[in-house]
């Protein structure tokens, strides 16, 4: 019984003697996994002692005060997004979409003429300051999703719904940003927005029809106009050409008649001053010149006297002219 008796106080001095062993162990291991941490290459921890920050660290194995530090990890590298009016299912090659009546909700839209559109569109963003993501607001993508349909509600409502629809949907989505980074930094989100996309904008399903019929006709119309001032280009600028061509032929010709005008006057001042100086001269010249250029003319004539005795030589004149 003794034995017996000392064998079992061996036993209950070796378990417990275990159990303790096991229950630093156990202790150990707790306090090692409490104690380091692994940060992500995309992400920085930010590290609270009993609620207040103490200190970011970078992406690797780190270590912390056990029970006492508390890690947050944030994508301060990952661009985030938030879409409204659709919901991405199933990315790939062929991008899956949900709508649904909350989605709905908040892609209707008034226009500044009193016009409904629906506007789906995506929010690109990325946090840089983690501090202000985490403590400064209360859930700050949410946050972010209220300001940006609200900003988006309010640019949309300063325009009408063609430009929402056609010209100024690039004009829109930078509008949209600039509002919304500007309120981000008010409320200190701690966000930084990349972009605005504006995914589509269609006009409500009830009214789709009768609006694309004017948007037919408004393309029509502005075909037409196009075709006419076509036409308009390429006749008025050619009956502009030729008129343009008749009245500088027409000028040529007047200034040729008055250049020749003033040439025989010019011409007939010079004979008339020689004559003047020399009367009988001139006109015997003049005579000379006249019969030069009037007898080769007469062909084979004879010219006698007036009473016909005899014929006054002539030279042979026509031979002349041949040669």
Known sequence: MANNQSQ????????????????GVVVVILLAANAFFQVGPEEVGVITRFGKQVRTVNSGLKAKVPFMETVYKV???????????????KAGVRTQYARSSSTKDESLML??????????????????????????????????????????RQVVGDRTVNEVLTIGRSEVATKAKMKVQ?????YSLGVQIAQIVLQDVNPPETVKQAFNAVNEAQQERETMINQAKSAYNKVIPKARGQAKETIQKAEGYATKRVNN?????????????????????????????????????????????????SAIPLLNMQMKKKQ
């Open 8 to 23: 079992d106080l061996d036993i209950e001095k070796l378990a417990k003697k275990y159990y303790k062993s096991i229950i």
């Open 75 to 89: 994508p301060v590298e990952r661009q985030k997004k938030q879409e409204f009016g659709f919901r991405t299912q």
């Open 111 to 152: 226009t500044g003429d009193l016009n409904l559109a629906n506007v789906e569109w995506v929010v690109q963003y990325r946090i840089d300051k983690p501090y202000n993501y985490l403590f400064k607001v209360r859930n700050a993508d949410n946050t972010l999703h209220a300001i940006s349909e609200a900003v988006m």
């Open 182 to 186: 500007n309120l981000c930094r008010e």
């Open 261 to 309: 005008a003033e040439g025989e006057v010019a011409r007939f001042k010079a004979v008339y001053e020689e004559y003047r100086r020399a009367p009988q001269v001139t006109k015997r010249r003049i005579y000379l010149e006249t019969m030069q250029e009037v007898i080769p003319k007469l062909g084979d004539k004879i010219i006698t006297q007036g009473e016909g005795n």
